[in-house]
């Protein structure tokens, strides 16, 4: 059984269809990137799986349990995935290390000194010790996206969404959140990333898809959708990709 | 950043930039002066101005009635002093009542537009009238006919509804992402709002909360329609007692002594909030 499976599903914002029927399984384990122009639906998809945003029609397996039925309490899937978005989104007013425990705190009501070891662990294994009292606008952008990759990290997610996190940062950055991702790649985590690294994507991912209008037009490994894509679609985007 | 370099290490649009700085300086001193002469020499030449001076800016008159004029400010302090609080209070719960998304909690959002609909477009005199004399109408035992607590309690409806918009406007100012970032969390709606959206939104809108208060400080001497005597009214004690107005001027004196410094600081908080949001 897949960890994470879609079916058929579609999300429009009043006339506009942004995902039109798109089904997707992804297995336990697996590093799954969505490549494809800007618009193309990638980051709609990846807000639906959060249930973020409610979908017109289809279903959305997590363990083989239907996650989007319309009125199911979101908060306890929520718990199960965790997201970081392209524009960080820390909590200004937080330091680091705040920003990762509100949410352990709050929903597991778990104490400050009970978290402290084990966020200090993460802080410490992602390069970020010395920065957990420090306010995001004391980091870098680098930084401040590892940070909320710790934050999603410490709710224990079983699967991981990643919306375009490095597009907001300064090319010299892309490197260290890139590592993080290998990393956790490393540790067997479920990942789902909307992207425009390719060649990260080529390197890391272990299936990649690629999106335009609202569907996936071509689903293939990382290695042959790269080298030897299909659809001419997909052929087009490489082209002026990687160009 | 380049002041301290001699004229000679100058690029000649620094020299340039100094010789327009200079002009508009002497050009800004020159007309304020002219203003103030004006005054000084004009306003005596009006044909009332021995009587104007003697009953409005009476030294002795002032300096008798000054003393009581500050005891009486005391009763608009500690009027304002409890006010407040409740104020901000009323205010959050109904921003908070109009941000509810919950369709069955929907007539809290219709009940907390319809009170600041109410209570912004009545004149602050008249609710004070209203409340102030209809409720002890009502013929309640003591205290609760108090002029005070019904006073204040108007002053408390009015204010609630604009600090209720303001911190309104605060809390959509905190942009959806954060939102989004907190649900993704898995935290629910009341502590993304209590630790996530309120904290940002409380922070952008003291300056102008402030603005409110100030104001509110001000509004406090509308109750002497209703009976307190506080500053205002005592003024106007005085002036029926002395035949003078004199007591007044002493009045603003006291307001503006206040008023300006927290004025000030509130722009010095806006200035700052805007230097570092750019």
């Known amino acids: 059984m897949p960890k994470l499976s879609l079916k058929n599903v579609v999300k429009r914002f009043g006339d506009k269809t942004v995902c039109n029927g798109i089904s997707l399984d992804v297995e336990e384990g697996q590093m799954v990137c969505l490549i494809g122009a800007s618009g193309g639906g990638k980051s709609t998809l990846l807000r639906c799986i959060n249930l973020l945003e409610n979908i017109e029609d289809g279903e959305i397996f997590l363990d083989g349990e239907d996650i989007a039925i319309p009125g199911l309490n979101p908060q306890p899937v929520r718990r199960r995935i965790g997201m970081v978005f392209q524009s960080f989104n820390l909590f200004p007013h937080m330091t680091a290390a705040e920003n990762v425990m509100l949410a352990p705190r709050r929903v597991y009501k778990r104490s400050r000194d009970d978290l402290r070891p084990e966020i200090t662990e993460l802080f410490t294994r992602f390069g970020l010790a010395e920065h957990m009292n420090h306010y995001p606008d004391q980091l870098s952008g680098g930084q401040q996206q590892r940070v909320a990759i710790v934050r999603a990290l410490a709710m224990k997610p079983e699967v991981m969404l990643f919306d375009e996190i490095t597009s907001a940062l300064d090319p010299q950055l892309v490197g260290e959140v890139l590592d993080v991702l290998r990393l956790l790649k490393g540790s067997g985590m479920t990942m789902v990333l909307a992207t425009h690294e390719m060649g990260f994507a080529r390197e890391a991912a272990d299936k990649v898809c690629f999106l335009k209008d609202g569907k996936i037009i071509e689903e293939a490994p990382a290695k042959t959708l790269f080298d030897a894509p299909q659809h001419p679609d997909t052929q087009a985007f490489l082209a002026r990709a990687l160009k | ?278």
């Open chain 2, 1 to 278: 950043m380049t002041d301290k370099k001699p004229t000679a290490g100058k690029t000649r649009r620094q020299l340039y930039e100094d010789r327009l700085r200079r002009r508009s300086a002497i050009i800004a001193a020159s007309s304020t002066l002219a203003v103030f002469l004006a005054v000084i020499i004009l306003v005596p030449m009006a044909p009332g101005w021995e009587k104007v001076k003697a009953s409005f800016f009476n030294w002795e008159v002032f300096a008798k009635t000054f003393p009581k004029l500050l005891t009486a400010f005391k009763l608009d302090v500690m009027i304002f002093l409890w006010s407040a609080p409740a104020i901000v209070i009323l205010g959050l719960l109904i921003a908070l009542a109009r941000d509810v998304r919950s369709p069955a909690l929907f007539p809290l959002r219709i009940l907390g537009a319809a009170y600041t609909d109410i209570f912004r477009g009545i004149p602050v005199v008249l609710t004070v009238y209203l409340i102030g004399f209809g409720i002890p109408g009502l013929g309640l035992p003591r205290p609760w006919n108090s002029p005070y607590i019904w006073g204040s309690l108007a002053l408390i409806l009015t204010y609630a509804a604009y600090v209720a918009e303001i911190f309104r406007s605060g809390i959509e100012s905190v942009h959806a992402s954060q939102r989004s970032a907190a649900q993704s969390l898995g935290l629910s709606d009341a502590d993304t709002m209590r630790f996530v959206i309120l904290p940002q939104a409380i922070r952008r809108v003291v300056p102008s909360q402030m603005n409110m208060f100030i104001a509110l400080q001000k509004d406090v001497a509308l109750l002497s329609f209703i009976g307190p005597v506080e500053i205002f009214r005592q003024a106007g004690v005085f002036k029926s007692l002395l035949a003078n107005f004199t007591p007044y001027v002493g009045a603003a004196v006291i307001f503006l002594a206040v008023t300006i410094p927290a004025t000030r600081y509130a722009d010095y908080l806006m200035a700052k909030q805007n230097r570092e949001r750019s």
